[in-house]
C-alpha cells in the first residue's frame, strides 16, 4: 500500500491524485528492499536522503554534509559513518535508514514495517526519532503490526485486515475492530 502511495507501483485498481504536486517523500523500505551487499559505507547511504534536493553536478555541499553529520549523531552512529553496511547489525541498518529519512526533511515521512527484526531498545530510540519528526510538522504514515506500539504513540489509525477497514481516532478503531474480530 505505501508504495502505490508513494508513486513507486500503479494501484491495482482505479486510480491515485495528489492535490497541485506530489509532495517530497521521506521512505524507509523494509530492510530487505537494499540490498546490503552493494560496497557502501553509512555516510553513502545516509547522504542518499539529500538527492532529491541536490544537483548530480555539484554534488552535496556544506548544508547537506552538516545535515548528514547531525543526522548520524542524532541516531548514534556518527563513529560507525565509514562502516561498510554489510557489518551493520539489524537495529545499526535500521537506525542508518532513519538517519537517511532525517537528512530528506521531507513533509510527508512513510515508513514500512519499521520496528521489524530489531530488538525493543533499539524500536524505543527509534519510536523517539518517530516522535521528533512528528513534533517538528512533518506527517508519518507507517505500517505497523503492533497493536499495543500503535495504541501507544499513534493517535489516527488505518486499520487494515482482510475485508475490513477501519479509519479514526487509535483509541477507537482499535477496540471497535478487536471486538469485530472476535464476535
Not at 43 to 56: E, I, K, T
Not at 102 to 121: K, N, R, Y
Amino acid at each position: 500500500m505505501l508504495k502505490t502511495l508513494a508513486g513507486f507501483i500503479p494501484p491495482v485498481s482505479g486510480c491515485l491524485h495528489w492535490r497541485a504536486s506530489r509532495p517530497v517523500i521521506g521512505w524507509l523500505a523494509q530492510r530487505h528492499s537494499l540490498e546490503s551487499q552493494f560496497p557502501l559505507v553509512v555516510r553513502d547511504v545516509v547522504s542518499q536522503g539529500a538527492w532529491p534536493q541536490v544537483s548530480l553536478l555539484r554534488g552535496i555541499g556544506g548544508e547537506f554534509r552538516r545535515r548528514v553529520d547531525a543526522a548520524l549523531d542524532r541516531v548514534g552512529l556518527a563513529s560507525m559513518a565509514k562502516t561498510p553496511i554489510e557489518a551493520l547489525s539489524g537495529g545499526q541498518f535500521q537506525r542508518m535508514l532513519f538517519a537517511r529519512v532525517m537528512v530528506q526533511q521531507a513533509p510527508l515521512v512513510m515508513l514500512d514495517e519499521p520496528f521489524t527484526g530489531i530488538d525493543e531498545s533499539t524500536s524505543r530510540e527509534l519510536m523517539t526519532l518517530i516522535l521528533e519528526m512528528h513534533r517538528q510538522g512533518q506527517t508519518v504514515l507507517a505500517v505497523l503490526h503492533d497493536s499495543q506500539r500503535v495504541a501507544e504513540y499513534f493517535p489516527e489509525t488505518l486499520l487494515l485486515e482482510s475485508r475490513h477497514a477501519r479509519w479514526g481516532e487509535t483509541g477507537a478503531v482499535l477496540p471497535a475492530f478487536d471486538s469485530a474480530r472476535l464476535a
